[in-house]
Nanobody, 124 residues
Framework: QVHFVESGGGLVQPGGSLRLSCEVS????????MGWYRQAPGKERVLVAS???????TYADSVKGRITICRENAYNTVCLEMDSLKPEDTAVYYC??????????????????WGQGPQVTVSS
């Protein structure tokens, strides 16, 4: 069983900054990529940014130059530094991991796993 521990999020004014953090723990075997997706009300869940084990990062065009994905200490943690936030950044932000896990001593996957999703609201 794997667990996601997410922190950060909240309410911020336009132009402000927030930092999200996510740690995966439990019986994971290998994590290939981690990242953040977001889902605004009435819209689909979309990629914000992801980072592979080799450090290669991918960003949605809408956040380039304003948002940076980072790793904290180990490859099972990921953070998201968000600057110059806009009202259209308002969404639930889901931590994502593409990983293989251990189940009853056997390696399963890799598959996609999701955190609970902190809310980010950008409003004056």
């Amino acid at each position: 069983q794997v667990h996601f521990v997410e922190s950060g999020g909240g309410l911020v004014q336009p132009g402000g900054s927030l930092r999200l953090s996510c740690e995966v723990s439990g019986s994971f075997f290998s994590i290939y990529t981690m990242g953040w997706y977001r889902q605004a009300p009435g819209k689909e869940r979309v990629l914000v940014a992801s980072i592979a084990r080799d450090g290669h990062a991918t960003y949605a065009d809408s956040v380039k130059g304003r948002i940076t994905i980072c790793r904290e200490n180990a490859y099972n943690t990921v953070c998201l530094e968000m600057d110059s936030l806009k009202p259209e950044d308002t969404a639930v932000y889901y931590c994502h991991a593409h990983m293989a896990i251990l189940t009853a001593g056997h390696v399963t996957g890799p598959n996609d796993y999701w955190g609970q999703g902190p809310q980010v609201t950008v409003s004056s």
